[in-house]
């Protein structure tokens, strides 16, 4: 099963609970290989080296990945099919205002996005969509078209049109602020996995202290030293 969704928006705390699961293995966060027209590997990461993150996989009984920013691709639901067609799909999506808000703060922090006022980014929304004023370091390119990546109505009908609805979960970042477990019931009842087991409690406190805060920049000199390719690279 493939867990898919937008940075930002609570993937970080469903991923934990997936790990806790002593029935699923998950593989290593954000392996990228679905997406090809996200650009995040040059050449394209093989499919032998995406296997060997299964590796380690033993008497599991469901085998899932995450990956961040997958919901945007136009290839990703389709290339999931086409690699498996009995995939299960799982969508955690967020509140598109404050989505919004978090992920352009978020790309400040980072370096991927040089215009600090969230209103100037969106006005430069025109400009990065005609491939113009995207600094370099930018993956995926299409990160700063902020408007264009909350069309969720596209986004999940892509992942039903490729695997049919019934093999689709979505679900709200705000249902699982105000019910986090219920959540994580719906997920295991999902993929057909027992709720109780053997360590549940530790695995859902452990996972709702680990919270992504929003991060400031201290120094934007040094911020935009460690951001070039090459820096970042090593």
Not at 134 to 155: D, F, G, K, M, S
Not at 180 to 198: M, N, S
Not at 211 to 229: C, E, K, M, T, Y
Request: proline share 5%; hydrophobic share 35%.
């Amino acid at each position: 099963f493939f867990f898919v969704g937008h940075p930002r928006s609570g993937s970080g705390l469903l991923d934990s609970y997936l790990k806790g699961h002593p029935e699923i293995f998950m593989a290593r966060k954000e392996l990228h290989y679905f997406g090809e027209d996200l650009g995040y590997h040059r050449p394209r990461r093989s499919l032998e080296n995406y296997l060997e993150h299964f590796s380690k996989a033993s008497t599991e009984t469901r085998v899932g990945e995450a990956s961040t920013w997958t919901l945007i691709s136009q290839n990703a639901a389709t290339e999931i099919a086409e690699f498996n067609p009995d995939s299960q799909v799982i969508l955690l999506l967020r509140n598109p205002v404050s989505w919004l808000h978090s992920l352009h703060s978020h790309l400040v922090f980072s370096g991927d996005e040089p215009i600090a006022s969230f209103e100037d980014a969106l006005a430069a929304e025109s400009d990065r969509v005609a491939g113009r004023r995207i600094p370099e370091p930018t993956i995926p390119r299409c990160a700063l078209n902020y408007r264009h990546l909350v069309r969720y109505a596209e986004q999940v009908q892509r992942f039903w049109s490729a695997l049919g609805s019934e093999r689709v979960l979505v679900l709200i970042l705000d249902d699982m602020k105000q019910n986090a477990e219920g959540v994580y019931d719906t997920v295991l009842d999902f993929l057909q996995l027992p709720r109780d087991f053997p360590g549940r409690a530790d695995v859902v406190q452990a996972s709702q202290r680990s919270r992504n805060q929003n991060r400031g920049v201290r120094s934007s000199r040094l911020r935009d030293f460690i951001a070039h390719p090459g820096r970042r690279r090593i």
